[in-house]
Nanobody, 120 residues
Framework: QVQLVESGGGLVQTGGSLRLSCAAS????????MAWFRQAPGKDRELVAA??????YTYHKEKGRFIISRDNAKNTVYLQMNSLRPEDTAVYYC???????????????WGQGTQVTVSS
């Protein structure tokens, strides 16, 4: 059973950048499709980005600002966030599903979340 641990969150000013990391253990990362979700106070958890098992296809809710990538050799998935806005403030969660999962619903495995706060 894969375990996921996020890191890289923090406080950043509007227009700044952060790179989140999700380290996987207990499984081979290439066996999983991966995604990032976020949840802001009072809002539902929403899909931010997703990536296929080999990185061949990606989805981004925030086109042009966020980039998901993965390094299967390092068992790590990343979310590069640029031009951050206050409305990006949320807890960001790493999520894993079966190799060909499409994330119309979340995969079975979650990280603990990392807080991203964007100040105005």
């Amino acid at each position: 059973q894969v375990q996921l641990v996020e890191s890289g969150g923090g406080l950043v000013q509007t227009g700044g950048s952060l790179r989140l990391s999700c380290a996987a253990s207990g499984g081979t990362l290439s066996n999983y499709a991966m995604a990032w979700f976020r949840q802001a106070p009072g809002k539902d958890r929403e899909l931010v980005a997703a990536i296929t098992w080999n990185g061949g296809y990606t989805y981004h809710k925030e086109k042009g600002r966020f980039i998901i990538s993965r390094d299967n050799a390092k068992n790590t998935v990343y979310l590069q966030m640029n031009s951050l806005r206050p409305e990006d403030t949320a807890v960001y969660y790493c999520n894993a599903g079966p190799r060909h999962h499409t994330f119309t619903s979340p995969g079975d495995y979650w990280g603990q979340g990392t807080q991203v706060t964007v100040s105005s």
